[in-house]
């Protein structure tokens, strides 16, 4: 690690004002731009009016985590511009600002698991039992992770607060950050797998009809499905699963970079770059954002397709 303590940024425009909040050094590592955080939080903004009109449209509760995970990108980078505005050695809107920035995408990457989770049971590949045990263990690591997280950035703010070496603190950002792009590694291959080698055609027009003597999944009539696969968008679901794939990726840039900057150290060139945070941060966590309301799940699950269906019988009737 290239820990340079008791080095660290300080604003020569800016004195350090003391108090008792106030850091000896910037633990951003450098002014947060003003301009920046402002366009941030414009743009989470706007999609948070996207994706709520969506949710509200399709009535999908479990996306509805992308929705707070915009709030909470919001709040974050309002907290950078209180830094900017305000006293920007205050290590606590450092720490509450990095605490927002961090669980917003675990919640982007709850209603990713929730979404996969919904698409493999639908597909009939495994069971709803099984499906729900994927959202379970890769949320638990999530919060665990982030908990690490939170308590390490605070450690640091503290430590920077009091003169000591705050090393130690980052080990446990560290440790968090590892463990979870490990866990969402493994969660982005097995959507990946679930991406490239399931059958759409017939595992999609079998969620039409179960028996109800065997609970298995059959199609009745192949021509009459696929006219309610057509009518239900279910023929898109090959792009949607590639939506949610890019999305994931962006949302594991994101993780890695993250893990790069911390174990290169509090005070490295990586950690300490508005720039990198802007290309490698901000910018897959929008993109993941936007990719999400594009391959919005809403139009593909099974109560649409059911909702398609009656209106198809009712057309019959008529």
């Known amino acids: 690690m290239s820990e340079n303590f008791p080095e660290g940024y300080r604003d020569p425009s800016r004195p350090n004002p003391g108090g008792e909040y106030s850091a000896r050094i910037i633990i951003y590592g450098y002014t947060p731009s003003l301009s920046f955080a402002a366009v941030a939080l414009a743009t989470f903004g706007i999609m948070t009016i996207v994706h709520l009109y969506l949710t509200a449209r399709y009535r999908t509760r479990y996306f509805s985590m992308v929705i707070l995970g915009c709030i909470f990108e919001m709040v974050g980078y309002a907290f950078r511009m209180v830094s900017y505005l305000g006293n920007v050695y205050d290590y606590r809107w450092f720490v509450v600002s990095y605490f927002f920035l961090v669980v917003a995408p675990v919640l982007y990457s709850a209603a990713i698991y929730a979404c996969m989770s919904s698409l493999v049971k639908s597909t009939g590949k495994w069971t ?142 990586a950690a300490t770059s508005e720039i990198l945070f802007a290309m490698l941060d901000y910018f897959p966590v929008i993109i993941a954002v936007i990719l999400l309301a594009l391959g919005h799940p809403g139009k593909y699950t099974q109560e649409n397709i059911a909702r398609a269906e009656q209106a198809v019988v009712n057309k019959e009737r008529a």
């Open 128 to 269: 709803p039992k099984q499906a729900k045990q994927i959202l379970i263990v890769f949320v638990t690591f999530d919060v665990v992770c982030t908990v690490a997280q939170v308590a390490g950035a605070a450690g640091i703010g503290a430590a920077s607060s009091n003169g000591k070496d705050p090393s130690n603190a980052n080990k446990a950002v560290i440790a968090g950050l590892a463990v979870q792009t490990a866990a969402f590694l493994v969660f982005f291959i097995l959507l990946s797998l679930f991406a490239f080698t399931t059958p759409y055609w017939n595992s999609m027009a079998s969620v039409l009809t179960r028996s109800e003597e065997t609970g298995t999944v059959i199609v009745q009539n192949p021509t009459r499905a696929k006219y309610h696969l057509l009518r239900a968008g279910r023929e898109n679901i090959p792009s949607h699963i590639l939506l949610l794939l890019a999305a994931s990726f962006f949302i594991f840039l994101r993780t890695v970079f993250r893990l790069a900057e911390s174990a290169d150290g509090v005070n490295s060139k």
